[in-house]
Protein backbone atom coordinates (compact mmCIF):
# COMPACT_ATOMS: atom_id res chain seq x y z
CA UNK A 1 0.00 0.00 0.00
CA UNK A 2 1.56 3.38 -1.22
CA UNK A 3 1.46 5.66 2.02
CA UNK A 4 4.35 8.02 1.41
CA UNK A 5 5.74 9.41 -2.03
CA UNK A 6 8.82 7.47 -0.65
CA UNK A 7 7.06 4.33 -1.49
CA UNK A 8 6.88 4.90 -5.67
CA UNK A 9 10.50 4.46 -6.23
CA UNK A 10 10.98 8.29 -7.49
CA UNK A 11 14.39 9.55 -7.29
CA UNK A 12 15.84 11.89 -4.78
CA UNK A 13 16.07 14.99 -7.21
CA UNK A 14 11.69 14.59 -7.78
CA UNK A 15 11.32 13.82 -4.25
CA UNK A 16 13.14 16.58 -2.46
CA UNK A 17 11.02 18.85 -4.92
CA UNK A 18 7.89 17.50 -3.76
CA UNK A 19 8.76 17.36 0.00
CA UNK A 20 9.68 21.79 -0.52
CA UNK A 21 6.09 21.40 -1.88
CA UNK A 22 4.51 20.40 0.80
CA UNK A 23 3.17 16.99 -0.21
CA UNK A 24 3.36 14.15 2.12
CA UNK A 25 0.85 11.73 1.32
CA UNK A 26 0.27 10.84 -2.59
CA UNK A 27 -3.62 11.48 -3.80
CA UNK A 28 -5.43 8.36 -5.12
CA UNK A 29 -5.04 9.08 -8.47
CA UNK A 30 -1.08 9.50 -8.02
CA UNK A 31 -0.98 6.32 -5.79
CA UNK A 32 -2.70 4.59 -9.00
CA UNK A 33 -0.85 6.29 -11.59
CA UNK A 34 2.61 6.73 -10.70
CA UNK A 35 3.87 2.81 -9.82
CA UNK A 36 2.15 2.18 -13.20
CA UNK A 37 3.78 4.57 -15.91
CA UNK A 38 7.15 3.68 -13.78
CA UNK A 39 6.94 0.32 -14.07
CA UNK A 40 5.67 -0.46 -17.65
CA UNK A 41 6.15 1.54 -21.00
CA UNK A 42 1.98 1.51 -21.78
CA UNK A 43 -0.67 3.63 -22.48
CA UNK A 44 -2.93 4.74 -19.97
CA UNK A 45 -6.87 6.03 -19.66
CA UNK A 46 -7.43 7.51 -16.15
CA UNK A 47 -10.98 8.90 -15.24
CA UNK A 48 -10.73 10.98 -12.24
CA UNK A 49 -12.28 14.26 -11.51
CA UNK A 50 -10.47 17.60 -11.84
CA UNK A 51 -8.37 18.70 -9.21
CA UNK A 52 -7.76 15.10 -7.79
CA UNK A 53 -3.66 16.03 -8.45
CA UNK A 54 -3.57 14.35 -12.32
CA UNK A 55 -0.61 16.84 -12.88
CA UNK A 56 1.61 15.07 -10.81
CA UNK A 57 0.46 11.93 -11.10
CA UNK A 58 1.28 11.74 -15.11
CA UNK A 59 4.16 14.84 -14.90
CA UNK A 60 6.46 12.67 -11.92
CA UNK A 61 6.99 9.87 -13.88
CA UNK A 62 7.65 11.39 -17.29
CA UNK A 63 10.42 14.15 -15.41
CA UNK A 64 11.95 11.06 -13.88
CA UNK A 65 12.49 9.18 -17.31
CA UNK A 66 12.92 12.34 -19.76
CA UNK A 67 16.82 12.62 -20.78
CA UNK A 68 17.92 16.34 -20.22
CA UNK A 69 20.55 15.25 -22.75
CA UNK A 70 18.68 15.29 -25.83
CA UNK A 71 17.66 18.53 -26.61
CA UNK A 72 14.60 16.86 -28.94
CA UNK A 73 11.15 17.13 -27.64
CA UNK A 74 10.52 14.39 -25.89
CA UNK A 75 7.06 14.94 -24.59
CA UNK A 76 4.02 16.66 -25.42
CA UNK A 77 1.42 17.52 -23.30
CA UNK A 78 -2.36 18.93 -24.70
CA UNK A 79 -4.76 20.77 -22.50
CA UNK A 80 -7.63 22.71 -23.18
CA UNK A 81 -7.06 26.24 -22.30
CA UNK A 82 -4.48 28.85 -21.63
CA UNK A 83 -4.85 28.91 -18.26
CA UNK A 84 -4.40 25.63 -17.58
CA UNK A 85 -1.43 25.06 -19.79
CA UNK A 86 0.59 27.81 -17.81
CA UNK A 87 -0.91 25.94 -14.54
CA UNK A 88 0.86 22.77 -16.04
CA UNK A 89 4.12 24.09 -16.99
CA UNK A 90 4.50 25.81 -13.51
CA UNK A 91 4.05 22.74 -11.85
CA UNK A 92 6.13 20.67 -14.31
CA UNK A 93 8.94 23.27 -13.38
CA UNK A 94 8.62 23.00 -9.62
CA UNK A 95 8.96 19.17 -10.09
CA UNK A 96 11.72 19.23 -11.46
CA UNK A 97 13.64 22.21 -9.65
CA UNK A 98 16.64 20.06 -8.98
CA UNK A 99 16.68 18.06 -11.85
CA UNK A 100 18.93 19.51 -14.31
CA UNK A 101 18.54 20.25 -18.03
CA UNK A 102 14.82 20.22 -18.08
CA UNK A 103 13.66 22.77 -20.91
CA UNK A 104 9.49 23.34 -20.80
CA UNK A 105 7.62 25.68 -22.88
CA UNK A 106 3.93 26.51 -23.33
CA UNK A 107 2.28 27.32 -26.37
CA UNK A 108 -1.12 29.11 -26.17
CA UNK A 109 -3.43 31.67 -27.64
CA UNK A 110 -3.96 35.06 -26.48
CA UNK A 111 0.04 35.88 -26.50
CA UNK A 112 2.65 36.76 -29.07
CA UNK A 113 3.56 33.82 -31.37
CA UNK A 114 6.71 35.06 -32.28
CA UNK A 115 8.16 35.22 -29.06
CA UNK A 116 6.60 31.96 -28.13
CA UNK A 117 8.20 30.05 -31.69
CA UNK A 118 11.70 31.85 -31.04
CA UNK A 119 11.53 30.23 -27.13
CA UNK A 120 11.50 26.85 -29.37
CA UNK A 121 14.72 27.94 -30.39
CA UNK A 122 16.79 26.95 -27.77
CA UNK A 123 14.97 23.23 -27.61
CA UNK A 124 12.96 22.14 -25.39
CA UNK A 125 12.68 18.61 -23.83
CA UNK A 126 8.57 19.31 -23.02
CA UNK A 127 5.74 21.22 -25.07
CA UNK A 128 2.94 22.06 -22.96
CA UNK A 129 0.37 23.26 -25.59
CA UNK A 130 -3.15 23.94 -26.41
CA UNK A 131 -4.44 22.06 -29.64
CA UNK A 132 -4.96 25.30 -31.50
CA UNK A 133 -2.01 27.40 -31.14
CA UNK A 134 0.21 23.97 -31.73
CA UNK A 135 -0.94 23.43 -34.96
CA UNK A 136 -0.48 26.89 -36.12
CA UNK A 137 3.21 26.23 -34.77
CA UNK A 138 3.55 23.38 -36.56
CA UNK A 139 2.02 24.41 -40.09
CA UNK A 140 4.79 27.30 -39.71
CA UNK A 141 7.24 24.59 -39.35
CA UNK A 142 8.65 25.95 -36.17
CA UNK A 143 7.80 23.29 -33.91
CA UNK A 144 8.46 19.44 -34.47
CA UNK A 145 7.20 16.63 -32.40
CA UNK A 146 8.47 14.03 -34.46
CA UNK A 147 10.43 12.77 -31.66
CA UNK A 148 8.15 12.78 -28.92
CA UNK A 149 7.88 9.26 -27.16
CA UNK A 150 5.27 10.67 -24.85
CA UNK A 151 1.96 11.96 -25.56
CA UNK A 152 -0.43 13.50 -23.17
CA UNK A 153 -4.09 14.29 -23.36
CA UNK A 154 -4.81 16.47 -20.06
CA UNK A 155 -8.48 16.99 -19.74
CA UNK A 156 -9.54 15.25 -22.98
CA UNK A 157 -13.16 15.65 -22.73
CA UNK A 158 -12.67 19.48 -22.10
CA UNK A 159 -10.68 19.68 -25.37
CA UNK A 160 -13.35 17.62 -27.62
CA UNK A 161 -16.22 19.96 -25.60
CA UNK A 162 -14.50 23.40 -26.93
CA UNK A 163 -14.21 21.98 -30.50
CA UNK A 164 -10.51 21.02 -30.70
CA UNK A 165 -11.23 17.42 -31.92
CA UNK A 166 -10.04 18.59 -35.77
CA UNK A 167 -6.82 20.07 -34.29
CA UNK A 168 -6.49 16.65 -32.13
CA UNK A 169 -7.02 13.89 -34.99
CA UNK A 170 -4.21 16.15 -36.92
CA UNK A 171 -1.63 16.53 -34.11
CA UNK A 172 -2.59 12.60 -33.25
CA UNK A 173 -1.93 11.61 -36.85
CA UNK A 174 1.23 13.93 -36.94
CA UNK A 175 2.58 12.27 -33.82
CA UNK A 176 5.14 9.50 -33.81
CA UNK A 177 3.54 6.21 -34.52
CA UNK A 178 5.73 4.34 -31.61
CA UNK A 179 5.00 6.49 -28.73
CA UNK A 180 3.19 5.91 -25.26
CA UNK A 181 -0.33 7.60 -24.92
CA UNK A 182 -1.98 9.10 -21.71
CA UNK A 183 -5.39 10.30 -21.46
CA UNK A 184 -6.96 11.89 -18.35
CA UNK A 185 -10.15 12.65 -18.47
CA UNK A 186 -12.89 13.21 -15.91
CA UNK A 187 -15.65 11.71 -18.30
CA UNK A 188 -15.72 9.20 -20.75
CA UNK A 189 -18.31 10.29 -23.60
CA UNK A 190 -18.18 8.43 -27.22
CA UNK A 191 -15.89 11.03 -28.64
CA UNK A 192 -13.18 10.50 -26.10
CA UNK A 193 -13.38 6.54 -26.25
CA UNK A 194 -13.02 7.17 -30.11
CA UNK A 195 -9.38 8.92 -29.17
CA UNK A 196 -8.47 6.25 -26.84
CA UNK A 197 -9.90 3.42 -29.63
CA UNK A 198 -8.11 5.02 -32.83
CA UNK A 199 -5.16 6.56 -31.42
CA UNK A 200 -4.20 4.26 -28.50
CA UNK A 201 -2.54 0.81 -28.43
CA UNK A 202 -4.29 -1.31 -25.66
CA UNK A 203 -4.61 0.93 -23.25
CA UNK A 204 -5.23 0.37 -19.44
CA UNK A 205 -8.01 1.83 -17.87
CA UNK A 206 -7.49 2.93 -14.55
CA UNK A 207 -10.83 4.54 -12.84
CA UNK A 208 -10.31 6.27 -9.50
CA UNK A 209 -13.81 6.64 -7.54
CA UNK A 210 -16.96 6.42 -10.05
CA UNK A 211 -17.34 7.70 -13.60
CA UNK A 212 -18.90 10.61 -13.47
CA UNK A 213 -19.54 10.85 -9.56
CA UNK A 214 -19.12 13.91 -7.63
CA UNK A 215 -16.24 14.15 -5.47
CA UNK A 216 -16.00 12.87 -2.17
CA UNK A 217 -15.28 15.77 0.00
CA UNK A 218 -18.23 18.20 -1.71
CA UNK A 219 -22.12 18.59 -0.14
CA UNK A 220 -24.61 19.52 -2.52
CA UNK A 221 -27.46 21.88 -1.58
CA UNK A 222 -30.23 23.79 -3.62
CA UNK A 223 -32.05 26.66 -3.01
CA UNK A 224 -35.70 26.87 -4.58
CA UNK A 225 -36.59 30.10 -5.71
CA UNK A 226 -38.94 32.42 -7.67
CA UNK A 227 -37.33 33.38 -10.72
CA UNK A 228 -37.35 37.39 -9.93
CA UNK A 229 -35.41 36.14 -6.56
CA UNK A 230 -32.24 34.59 -8.37
CA UNK A 231 -29.91 37.22 -7.52
CA UNK A 232 -31.61 38.25 -4.43
CA UNK A 233 -30.87 34.56 -2.95
CA UNK A 234 -27.25 34.69 -4.32
CA UNK A 235 -26.72 37.98 -2.25
CA UNK A 236 -28.29 36.17 0.84
CA UNK A 237 -26.58 32.65 0.47
CA UNK A 238 -23.16 34.80 -0.02
CA UNK A 239 -24.06 37.04 2.97
CA UNK A 240 -24.92 34.00 5.09
CA UNK A 241 -20.96 32.62 4.77
CA UNK A 242 -19.03 35.49 5.27
CA UNK A 243 -15.64 33.78 4.71
CA UNK A 244 -16.77 32.33 1.51
CA UNK A 245 -14.28 32.07 -1.36
CA UNK A 246 -16.15 30.52 -4.89
CA UNK A 247 -16.58 30.56 -8.02
CA UNK A 248 -20.49 31.67 -9.38
CA UNK A 249 -21.31 29.79 -12.52
CA UNK A 250 -23.58 31.57 -15.30
CA UNK A 251 -24.82 30.50 -18.60
CA UNK A 252 -23.88 33.22 -21.00
CA UNK A 253 -21.12 35.96 -20.88
CA UNK A 254 -23.92 38.34 -20.80
CA UNK A 255 -25.21 37.48 -17.47
CA UNK A 256 -21.71 36.67 -16.13
CA UNK A 257 -20.93 40.50 -16.38
CA UNK A 258 -24.33 41.47 -15.51
CA UNK A 259 -24.04 39.31 -12.23
CA UNK A 260 -20.73 40.48 -11.69
CA UNK A 261 -21.58 44.16 -12.14
CA UNK A 262 -24.59 44.01 -9.73
CA UNK A 263 -22.34 42.19 -7.21
CA UNK A 264 -19.76 45.12 -7.41
CA UNK A 265 -22.52 47.79 -7.26
CA UNK A 266 -23.58 46.17 -3.96
CA UNK A 267 -20.52 46.22 -2.14
CA UNK A 268 -18.92 42.16 -2.76
CA UNK A 269 -15.52 41.63 -4.19
CA UNK A 270 -16.81 40.03 -7.30
CA UNK A 271 -15.26 40.54 -10.70
CA UNK A 272 -16.48 38.65 -14.25
CA UNK A 273 -14.76 35.88 -15.94
CA UNK A 274 -15.69 35.36 -19.76
CA UNK A 275 -14.82 34.99 -23.31
CA UNK A 276 -14.82 38.66 -23.75
CA UNK A 277 -12.59 39.52 -21.71
CA UNK A 278 -8.71 40.24 -23.37
CA UNK A 279 -5.65 37.99 -21.94
CA UNK A 280 -4.34 41.13 -20.27
CA UNK A 281 -8.29 41.36 -18.25
CA UNK A 282 -8.06 37.26 -17.67
CA UNK A 283 -4.46 37.56 -16.13
CA UNK A 284 -5.45 40.72 -13.78
CA UNK A 285 -9.19 39.24 -12.74
CA UNK A 286 -7.29 35.67 -12.15
CA UNK A 287 -4.46 37.26 -9.77
CA UNK A 288 -7.17 39.17 -7.74
CA UNK A 289 -8.88 35.90 -7.18
CA UNK A 290 -5.70 33.65 -6.15
CA UNK A 291 -4.67 36.72 -3.75
CA UNK A 292 -8.37 36.41 -2.35
CA UNK A 293 -8.67 40.30 -3.26
CA UNK A 294 -11.82 38.70 -4.62
CA UNK A 295 -14.20 36.10 -3.00
CA UNK A 296 -16.66 35.48 -5.78
CA UNK A 297 -15.45 35.07 -9.18
CA UNK A 298 -18.44 34.85 -11.67
CA UNK A 299 -17.94 33.22 -14.65
CA UNK A 300 -18.97 30.77 -17.76
CA UNK A 301 -17.79 26.94 -18.19
CA UNK A 302 -15.83 27.65 -20.80
CA UNK A 303 -13.86 30.83 -19.70
CA UNK A 304 -13.59 28.86 -15.89
CA UNK A 305 -11.99 25.55 -18.18
CA UNK A 306 -8.21 25.09 -16.41
CA UNK A 307 -8.66 27.09 -13.75
CA UNK A 308 -6.78 25.64 -10.54
CA UNK A 309 -7.63 27.59 -7.95
CA UNK A 310 -7.00 25.38 -4.39
CA UNK A 311 -9.39 26.49 -0.78
CA UNK A 312 -12.31 26.94 -3.09
CA UNK A 313 -15.03 27.18 -0.01
CA UNK A 314 -18.47 27.07 -2.99
CA UNK A 315 -19.28 26.58 -6.34
CA UNK A 316 -22.63 28.37 -6.68
CA UNK A 317 -24.57 27.44 -9.77
CA UNK A 318 -26.25 30.39 -10.33
CA UNK A 319 -27.80 28.91 -13.57
CA UNK A 320 -28.03 24.67 -14.08
CA UNK A 321 -25.94 24.00 -16.44
CA UNK A 322 -27.00 22.98 -19.88
CA UNK A 323 -25.23 19.74 -20.23
CA UNK A 324 -25.62 17.64 -16.75
CA UNK A 325 -21.82 16.65 -17.55
CA UNK A 326 -20.66 19.74 -16.87
CA UNK A 327 -22.01 19.98 -13.42
CA UNK A 328 -19.48 16.93 -12.18
CA UNK A 329 -16.46 19.64 -13.64
CA UNK A 330 -18.17 22.94 -11.46
CA UNK A 331 -18.65 21.34 -8.26
CA UNK A 332 -15.34 19.66 -8.62
CA UNK A 333 -13.44 22.82 -8.30
CA UNK A 334 -14.05 22.94 -4.94
CA UNK A 335 -13.54 19.89 -1.96
CA UNK A 336 -9.90 19.22 -2.75
CA UNK A 337 -6.91 18.16 -1.21
CA UNK A 338 -9.14 16.43 1.28
CA UNK A 339 -10.79 19.59 2.36
CA UNK A 340 -14.60 20.05 2.30
CA UNK A 341 -16.54 21.96 -0.24
CA UNK A 342 -19.83 23.33 -1.02
CA UNK A 343 -21.84 22.93 -4.17
CA UNK A 344 -24.90 25.09 -4.33
CA UNK A 345 -27.79 25.30 -7.30
CA UNK A 346 -30.22 27.91 -7.50
CA UNK A 347 -33.18 26.53 -9.25
CA UNK A 348 -37.12 27.60 -9.60
CA UNK A 349 -39.62 25.12 -10.02
CA UNK A 350 -39.30 23.85 -13.30
CA UNK A 351 -35.68 22.69 -13.07
CA UNK A 352 -36.24 20.02 -10.29
CA UNK A 353 -36.20 17.87 -12.38
CA UNK A 354 -32.90 18.56 -14.46
CA UNK A 355 -31.37 18.70 -10.48
CA UNK A 356 -32.88 14.86 -10.20
CA UNK A 357 -31.46 13.98 -13.08
CA UNK A 358 -27.57 15.59 -12.26
CA UNK A 359 -28.57 13.34 -8.58
CA UNK A 360 -28.62 9.82 -10.83
CA UNK A 361 -25.45 11.24 -12.81
CA UNK A 362 -22.83 12.18 -9.55
CA UNK A 363 -24.58 9.19 -7.38
CA UNK A 364 -25.25 11.96 -4.37
CA UNK A 365 -28.35 13.58 -3.43
CA UNK A 366 -29.35 17.60 -2.98
CA UNK A 367 -30.23 18.66 0.34
CA UNK A 368 -32.79 21.63 0.29
CA UNK A 369 -31.92 24.08 2.68
CA UNK A 370 -33.75 27.55 3.36
CA UNK A 371 -33.22 30.96 1.90
CA UNK A 372 -31.54 32.56 5.13
CA UNK A 373 -33.56 35.66 6.46
CA UNK A 374 -32.72 38.59 7.25
CA UNK A 375 -32.08 38.31 10.89
CA UNK A 376 -30.41 34.42 9.97
CA UNK A 377 -27.69 36.47 8.15
CA UNK A 378 -27.35 39.73 10.86
CA UNK A 379 -26.42 37.10 13.38
CA UNK A 380 -24.22 35.42 11.10
CA UNK A 381 -22.36 38.71 10.32
CA UNK A 382 -22.45 39.59 13.94
CA UNK A 383 -20.97 36.95 15.17
CA UNK A 384 -18.22 36.75 12.42
CA UNK A 385 -17.14 40.08 13.34
CA UNK A 386 -16.99 39.88 17.23
CA UNK A 387 -14.91 36.35 16.28
CA UNK A 388 -12.61 38.65 14.07
CA UNK A 389 -12.60 41.35 16.67
CA UNK A 390 -11.80 38.74 19.31
CA UNK A 391 -9.07 37.47 17.31
CA UNK A 392 -7.10 39.78 15.81
CA UNK A 393 -3.85 40.48 17.45
CA UNK A 394 -3.40 44.45 18.75
CA UNK A 395 -0.68 46.39 17.18
CA UNK A 396 2.00 47.85 19.59
CA UNK A 397 2.38 50.77 18.05
CA UNK A 398 -1.09 51.58 18.91
CA UNK A 399 0.09 52.24 22.18
CA UNK A 400 1.32 55.62 21.54
CA UNK A 401 -1.81 56.57 20.60
CA UNK A 402 -3.30 54.97 24.18
CA UNK A 403 -3.71 59.09 25.39
CA UNK A 404 -5.39 60.65 22.37
CA UNK A 405 -8.00 57.27 22.43
CA UNK A 406 -8.53 58.00 26.08
CA UNK A 407 -9.29 61.88 25.56
CA UNK A 408 -11.87 60.86 23.15
CA UNK A 409 -13.43 57.55 24.37
CA UNK A 410 -12.89 58.28 28.29
CA UNK A 411 -16.75 59.01 28.80
CA UNK A 412 -18.20 56.74 26.85
CA UNK A 413 -19.54 53.15 28.63
CA UNK A 414 -18.26 50.67 27.68
CA UNK A 415 -21.32 49.13 26.26
CA UNK A 416 -22.20 52.11 24.69
CA UNK A 417 -18.80 51.64 23.16
CA UNK A 418 -18.79 48.33 22.11
CA UNK A 419 -22.15 49.39 20.21
CA UNK A 420 -20.91 51.90 18.07
CA UNK A 421 -18.35 50.48 16.96
CA UNK A 422 -20.23 46.93 16.06
CA UNK A 423 -22.76 49.53 14.05
CA UNK A 424 -20.24 51.75 12.88
CA UNK A 425 -18.93 48.27 10.43
CA UNK A 426 -22.14 46.54 10.65
CA UNK A 427 -24.80 49.37 9.89
CA UNK A 428 -24.71 48.15 5.92
CA UNK A 429 -26.32 45.04 6.88
CA UNK A 430 -28.31 46.36 9.20
CA UNK A 431 -30.17 49.13 6.72
CA UNK A 432 -30.29 46.24 4.15
CA UNK A 433 -31.84 43.91 6.05
CA UNK A 434 -34.14 46.01 8.18
CA UNK A 435 -36.97 45.55 6.09
CA UNK A 436 -36.06 42.32 3.45
CA UNK A 437 -39.30 40.36 2.74
CA UNK A 438 -39.05 36.46 3.12
CA UNK A 439 -37.84 34.78 -0.16
CA UNK A 440 -38.42 31.21 0.28
CA UNK A 441 -41.38 29.29 -1.62
CA UNK A 442 -42.98 26.56 -1.13
CA UNK A 443 -43.03 23.53 -3.75
CA UNK A 444 -46.64 23.59 -5.89
CA UNK A 445 -49.00 20.84 -4.45
CA UNK A 446 -49.49 17.86 -7.12
CA UNK A 447 -53.38 17.76 -6.61
CA UNK A 448 -55.43 16.88 -9.23
CA UNK A 449 -55.94 18.61 -12.35
CA UNK A 450 -59.31 18.77 -14.10
CA UNK A 451 -59.46 17.56 -17.20
CA UNK A 452 -61.94 19.64 -18.49
CA UNK A 453 -61.55 23.52 -18.23
CA UNK A 454 -63.78 26.45 -18.83
CA UNK A 455 -63.75 28.59 -21.55
CA UNK A 456 -62.69 32.25 -20.54
CA UNK A 457 -65.20 33.93 -22.70
CA UNK A 458 -68.58 32.04 -22.42
CA UNK A 459 -67.68 29.86 -18.83
CA UNK A 460 -68.71 26.67 -21.61
CA UNK A 461 -66.85 23.56 -21.36
CA UNK A 462 -63.39 23.05 -23.46
CA UNK A 463 -64.46 19.92 -25.27
CA UNK A 464 -63.92 19.24 -29.24
CA UNK A 465 -65.44 22.16 -30.48
CA UNK A 466 -62.64 24.63 -28.98
CA UNK A 467 -60.01 22.46 -29.97
CA UNK A 468 -61.60 22.68 -33.60
CA UNK A 469 -61.63 26.49 -33.34
CA UNK A 470 -58.38 26.65 -32.44
CA UNK A 471 -57.45 24.22 -35.47
CA UNK A 472 -59.44 25.97 -37.64
CA UNK A 473 -56.91 29.61 -36.27
CA UNK A 474 -53.97 28.02 -36.76
CA UNK A 475 -55.04 27.04 -40.25
CA UNK A 476 -56.23 30.85 -41.25
CA UNK A 477 -52.53 31.88 -39.09
CA UNK A 478 -50.25 34.51 -40.68
CA UNK A 479 -47.46 35.27 -38.64
CA UNK A 480 -46.65 38.65 -39.95
CA UNK A 481 -43.42 40.54 -40.64
CA UNK A 482 -41.05 41.17 -36.89
CA UNK A 483 -40.11 44.32 -36.00
CA UNK A 484 -37.04 46.12 -36.43
CA UNK A 485 -34.11 44.47 -34.74
CA UNK A 486 -35.94 41.24 -33.99
CA UNK A 487 -36.30 37.67 -35.37
CA UNK A 488 -38.93 35.31 -34.75
CA UNK A 489 -37.54 32.28 -32.30
CA UNK A 490 -40.05 29.02 -32.94
CA UNK A 491 -40.19 26.79 -30.62
CA UNK A 492 -42.39 23.59 -30.41
CA UNK A 493 -44.72 24.42 -28.00
CA UNK A 494 -48.48 25.55 -28.24
CA UNK A 495 -52.04 25.97 -26.70
CA UNK A 496 -52.25 22.26 -26.51
CA UNK A 497 -49.06 22.21 -24.11
CA UNK A 498 -50.86 24.97 -21.99
CA UNK A 499 -48.09 27.62 -22.25
CA UNK A 500 -48.79 31.37 -21.38
CA UNK A 501 -47.26 34.43 -22.44
CA UNK A 502 -45.90 35.20 -19.10
CA UNK A 503 -44.28 31.26 -19.48
CA UNK A 504 -42.76 32.31 -22.53
CA UNK A 505 -41.11 35.27 -20.98
CA UNK A 506 -39.84 32.71 -18.18
CA UNK A 507 -38.25 30.33 -20.71
CA UNK A 508 -36.40 33.30 -22.41
CA UNK A 509 -35.22 34.98 -19.66
CA UNK A 510 -33.69 31.08 -18.58
CA UNK A 511 -32.11 31.05 -21.99
CA UNK A 512 -30.51 34.55 -21.59
CA UNK A 513 -32.72 36.91 -23.15
CA UNK A 514 -34.28 39.52 -20.57
CA UNK A 515 -37.95 40.58 -20.79
CA UNK A 516 -37.03 43.76 -23.29
CA UNK A 517 -35.58 41.37 -25.29
CA UNK A 518 -38.97 40.00 -26.53
CA UNK A 519 -41.20 41.05 -28.42
CA UNK A 520 -44.77 40.14 -29.70
CA UNK A 521 -45.59 36.08 -29.24
CA UNK A 522 -48.01 34.73 -31.49
CA UNK A 523 -49.24 30.68 -30.33
CA UNK A 524 -50.86 28.44 -32.29
CA UNK A 525 -52.14 25.00 -30.74
CA UNK A 526 -48.73 23.04 -32.25
CA UNK A 527 -45.98 25.91 -31.73
CA UNK A 528 -45.34 29.71 -30.71
CA UNK A 529 -43.08 32.71 -32.35
CA UNK A 530 -41.21 34.51 -30.03
CA UNK A 531 -40.12 38.09 -31.44
CA UNK A 532 -36.19 38.08 -30.06
CA UNK A 533 -33.45 40.63 -30.25
CA UNK A 534 -31.36 39.40 -33.63
CA UNK A 535 -28.70 39.60 -31.87
CA UNK A 536 -29.15 37.13 -29.28
CA UNK A 537 -32.06 35.24 -31.18
CA UNK A 538 -29.75 32.05 -32.50
CA UNK A 539 -28.15 32.16 -28.99
CA UNK A 540 -31.74 32.05 -27.30
CA UNK A 541 -33.15 29.13 -30.09
CA UNK A 542 -29.74 27.05 -29.55
CA UNK A 543 -30.14 27.24 -25.77
CA UNK A 544 -33.71 26.18 -25.55
CA UNK A 545 -33.13 23.67 -28.84
CA UNK A 546 -32.86 20.05 -26.68
CA UNK A 547 -34.11 21.39 -23.48
CA UNK A 548 -37.74 19.45 -21.67
CA UNK A 549 -40.57 20.89 -21.23
CA UNK A 550 -42.81 18.66 -18.85
CA UNK A 551 -41.26 15.79 -20.44
CA UNK A 552 -41.48 17.32 -23.81
CA UNK A 553 -38.72 17.76 -25.74
CA UNK A 554 -38.00 20.89 -27.03
CA UNK A 555 -36.92 22.11 -30.69
CA UNK A 556 -36.42 26.43 -31.28
CA UNK A 557 -34.98 27.52 -34.47
CA UNK A 558 -34.77 30.52 -36.40
CA UNK A 559 -38.57 31.02 -38.28
CA UNK A 560 -37.76 33.26 -41.40
Known sequence: MVTSFLDLGLSNELLNAVAELGFEKPTPVQARIIPTLLAENKDVVCLAQTGTGKTAAFGLPTLEYLDTENKDTQVLVLSPTRELCRQITQDLENYSKYKKGVRIVSLYGGANIVAQMRSLKDGANIIVATPGRLLDILKRGKADISHISTLILDEADEMLDMGFKDDLDAILESAPKERRTLLFSATLPKEVEAIARNYMTEPEI??????????????????????????????????????????????????????????????????????????????????????????????????????????????????LPQEIELYTHRSGRTGRADRKGISIAIINQREKGKLRRIEQVIKKEFTRLPIPSAREICEKQLLHLINGINAVEVRKDLYSFQQLINEQWSEIPKEELIEKMLSYEFNRFFDYYRKAKDINITDKPEGKKSSIRKDEDTGKDRGRGRRESRRQKEKNFELGKCEDGFSWVRVNLGYKHKVTPRLIIDIMKECGANKKDVGRIEITNECLFAAVKSNIAGYVASEIDGATYRRHKLRADIWK
Open 206 to 319: VTVGTRNAGAENVEHFYYMIREEDRYEALKRIADFNPDIYGIVFCKTREETQKIADALQRDGYDADALHGDLSQAQRDYVMGKFKRKALHLLVATDVAARGIDVNGLSHVINYN
